[in-house]
């Protein structure tokens, strides 16, 4: 039986999911406002590099399949190019030979870029920790915006990752209010 944390589809574009209500923003001149939309222009339109590693690569393409819709939520297509993305999912078990790849396609990125870990391999190494080849964690590499846990994690909870990245990408350089 899922317990209450699992992930929920708002039933309309304006709905809440509960438990995640957003705090007020301060805009408080003309650059602010204009700093606001752009970053929710680019909350929307979050153009992703698959970096699929492992079992959790399936699981990424899954997500972009016809049944879970990725394209809904502004990640139309992966892209085959780090120039043409903003995003880069890193999905498996990194080894250390793929750590200067890694490192190079995120150099290639233009800004502002962000990175999301997909997997308990590409988060702290899985179960494969203690090996020799083996990465503990991408966020040596390169740094990681948002976590997602799972061995595999469920189309649903990169999903939830990338709506947690657009609630970020919205509030960069912006002052919340009961912020100091």
């Not at 990725?70 to 297509?77: D, I, M, N, T």
């Not at 870029?113 to 203690?130: H, I, P, R, T």
Request: net charge negative; hydrophobic share 35%.
């Amino acid at each position: 039986m899922p317990n209450d944390k699992t992930f929920q589809y708002p039933q309309n574009p304006v709905e809440y999911i509960a438990g995640q209500q957003e705090a007020n923003v301060i805009i408080t001149s003309f650059g602010d406002m204009l700093t606001w939309a752009q970053n929710w222009a680019r909350s929307r339109s979050i153009w992703p590099l698959g970096y699929g590693l492992a079992c959790c690569a399936i699981e990424m393409m899954a997500a972009a399949q016809s049944h879970y819709d990725l394209s809904r939520w502004g990640s139309e297509v992966f892209r085959s190019s780090p120039r043409q993305s903003d995003l880069m999912i890193v999905a498996g078990t990194v080894c250390i030979k793929m750590g200067p790849r890694l490192i190079r396609l995120y150099e290639q990125m233009p800004d502002p870029k962000w990175v999301l870990s997909m997997g308990q391999c590409a988060n702290s190494g899985g179960e494969f920790y203690d090996s020799y080849y083996t990465v503990q964690g991408v966020d040596t590499l390169v740094p990681v915006d948002i976590y997602v846990p799972g061995c595999p994690p469920r189309p649903e909870q990169l999903i939830e990752g990338i709506l947690k990245l657009r609630e970020k990408i919205e509030k960069q350089g912006l002052k919340i209010q009961g912020e100091a």
